[in-house]
């Protein structure tokens, strides 16, 4: 590497498809002096959240040891290459209260149970990956990312007296604002990359020269306008112009490497057949995601609770839903198992994904921290004790184990993650603290 006193930006852009990609970290981005001295640069951080709903077979989920000597049972066996970056834990909780799958989803990023309301009065708190996304957002394109599988057509199937909004998502801006979860690839490509729908230059610059020409219009009209109105309205002005302060941010960064090539990226045509596609497509999207640092925060919901679909790619054509209420019914629990499993092979894919793309000096798995888990644990029982919960990546700490907590708040997890983003906080919903994930401190 020839060494000068200059660096790439880490927030240097290749242009694309309309929109920006960042370059993953490179040689080039480590200042003189840090490569002189071989100490590496501090990579990007990622934060990922991976959903499951309806429970799950605790059974085949739990290793029946603690520590670092365990088996992993038959849902986790698609980790076993990964298995020194995962962590294990059990005994999380979440908080309890009506609405059984409407508290699930609400309480997993939040620690704040769902509400009984028609809509109108929707109640719930901050998620975690929200709190991330105003801090890392920063510097990125994107704040945060929300991806699911399933849409948003439930009505009548939710939870009785709760708003279908608590089962739709697991991200809330605030107390008040569920986020809507984006299950189109197609969408949420053209979200990450543009709607040009072409890598050819004479058409990413077309673009990018009639986005900056309709801004500047638009901020000389604000400008003038700003003379003749009041201060209520003057603040709705204000609002209106940091969104366009927004869209004109994510073009400078674009224009600043607008010579530079990237390779052929393909967008998709909408949502595939089968959830094998659909699931596979939308963690490649996620992956993409962090690769080009458009964003470090994603959550993604592979079901929302309550769902009725179905797998007959693996030759379940029950509904998913009633098929959790299994009564220990034998047939019923094997069918839920092969769904768990099932979830599970995508999650397996898309981390040997992260680990074989380089970021920095190791790769973007070793710089992740990826939750993946459910919103209850024996479904059969809509039990809030016992969560299904683990870890994934280098960020999340030392791995290899499973570490045993006694009735802990689930909340109380996210808040340590929090602080390994350098974004800590002094409360979360239910949380009574943070959880120790110093292997020397195990509970």
């Given at each position: 590497?020839?060494?000068?006193?200059?660096?790439?930006?880490?927030?240097?852009?290749?242009?694309?498809?309309?929109?920006?990609?960042?370059?993953?970290?490179?040689?080039?981005?480590?200042?003189?002096?840090?490569?002189?001295?071989?100490?590496?640069?501090?990579?990007?951080?990622?934060?990922?959240?991976?959903?499951?709903?309806?429970?799950?077979?605790?059974?085949?989920?739990?290793?029946?040891?603690?520590?670092?000597?365990?088996?992993?049972?038959?849902?986790?066996?698609?980790?076993?290459?990964?298995?020194?970056?995962?962590?294990?834990?059990?005994?999380?909780?979440?908080?309890?209260?009506?609405?059984?799958?409407?508290?699930?989803?609400?309480?997993?990023?939040?620690?704040?149970?769902?509400?009984?309301?028609?809509?109108?009065?929707?109640?719930?708190?901050?998620?975690?990956?929200?709190?991330?996304?105003?801090?890392?957002?920063?510097?990125?394109?994107?704040?945060?990312?929300?991806?699911?599988?399933?849409?948003?057509?439930?009505?009548?199937?939710?939870?009785?007296?709760?708003?279908?909004?608590?089962?739709?998502?697991?991200?809330?801006?605030?107390?008040?604002?569920?986020?809507?979860?984006?299950?189109?690839?197609?969408?949420?490509?053209?979200?990450?990359?543009?709607?040009?729908?072409?890598?050819?230059?004479?058409?990413?610059?077309?673009?990018?020269?009639?986005?900056?020409?309709?801004?500047?219009?638009?901020?000389?009209?604000?400008?003038?306008?700003?003379?003749?109105?009041?201060?209520?309205?003057?603040?709705?002005?204000?609002?209106?112009?940091?969104?366009?302060?927004?869209?004109?941010?994510?073009?400078?960064?674009?224009?600043?490497?607008?010579?530079?090539?990237?390779?052929?990226?393909?967008?998709?045509?909408?949502?595939?057949?089968?959830?094998?596609?659909?699931?596979?497509?939308?963690?490649?999207?996620?992956?993409?995601?962090?690769?080009?640092?458009?964003?470090?925060?994603?959550?993604?919901?592979?079901?929302?609770?309550?769902?009725?679909?179905?797998?007959?790619?693996?030759?379940?054509?029950?509904?998913?839903?009633?098929?959790?209420?299994?009564?220990?019914?034998?047939?019923?629990?094997?069918?839920?198992?092969?769904?768990?499993?099932?979830?599970?092979?995508?999650?397996?894919?898309?981390?040997?994904?992260?680990?074989?793309?380089?970021?920095?000096?190791?790769?973007?798995?070793?710089?992740?921290?990826?939750?993946y888990g459910a919103g209850m644990g024996d479904s059969n029982a809509h039990f809030s004790g016992d969560i299904p919960i683990l870890l994934a990546g280098g960020g999340a700490g030392v791995g290899g184990r499973h570490v045993q907590y006694e009735n802990t708040p689930l909340?109380?997890?996210?808040?340590?993650?929090?602080?390994?983003?350098?974004?800590?906080?002094?409360?979360?919903?239910?949380?009574?603290?943070?959880?120790?994930?110093d292997p020397l401190n195990e509970v």
């Open positions: 590497m020839i060494i000068t006193k200059k660096a790439i930006p880490r927030r240097t852009m290749l242009r694309g498809l309309g929109a920006s990609l960042a370059l993953p970290l490179l040689d080039g981005m480590v200042p003189a002096l840090t490569a002189l001295s071989k100490t590496p640069a501090t990579p990007a951080k990622r934060l990922g959240i991976v959903y499951v709903p309806n429970g799950m077979r605790m059974d085949h989920w739990t290793p029946l040891t603690g520590g670092t000597d365990f088996a992993l049972p038959s849902i986790l066996q698609p980790l076993e290459p990964f298995r020194d970056q995962v962590q294990l834990l059990s005994g999380m909780h979440g908080v309890d209260a009506e609405g059984p799958h409407a508290r699930a989803s609400t309480r997993f990023l939040t620690g704040v149970a769902s509400t009984r309301d028609d809509g109108s009065n929707l109640r719930a708190g901050i998620s975690m990956d929200q709190v991330a996304g105003r801090v890392l957002g920063q510097e990125t394109q994107l704040a945060t990312l929300e991806l699911a599988i399933d849409g948003r057509d439930f009505a009548g199937s939710c939870d009785e007296g709760f708003s279908c909004a608590y089962t739709n998502t697991i991200s809330w801006a605030n107390d008040t604002t569920p986020l809507p979860m984006e299950n189109n690839p197609r969408v949420v490509f053209e979200r990450l990359f543009g709607d040009s729908g072409s890598t050819d230059p004479a058409v990413r610059r077309a673009r990018r020269e009639r986005d900056e020409s309709l801004l500047d219009s638009v901020t000389d009209r604000a400008r003038d306008l700003s003379l003749q109105l009041g201060s209520s309205d003057q603040g709705k002005l204000d609002q209106y112009l940091e969104a366009v302060r927004d869209i004109e941010r994510r073009i400078q960064m674009a224009e600043a490497q607008r010579d530079l090539e990237i390779p052929l990226i393909d967008q998709p045509a909408g949502i595939p057949d089968t959830f094998g596609e659909h699931a596979k497509l939308m963690f490649d999207l996620m992956a993409l995601a962090y690769e080009t640092d458009l964003t470090r925060v994603v959550t993604f919901m592979m079901g929302r609770e309550i769902t009725g679909r179905t797998y007959a790619e693996i030759g379940v054509a029950d509904a998913h839903h009633p098929i959790s209420h299994h009564q220990r019914d034998p047939v019923k629990l094997e069918k839920l198992l092969k769904i768990n499993q099932y979830h599970m092979q995508f999650f397996g894919e898309f981390l040997e994904r992260l680990r074989t793309t380089p970021d920095g000096d190791g790769t973007l798995l070793d710089n992740s921290m990826i939750v909340a109380n997890l996210h808040m340590s993650l929090l602080d390994k983003m350098g974004v800590p906080i002094e409360s979360l919903g239910h949380a009574t603290g943070r959880l120790p994930l």
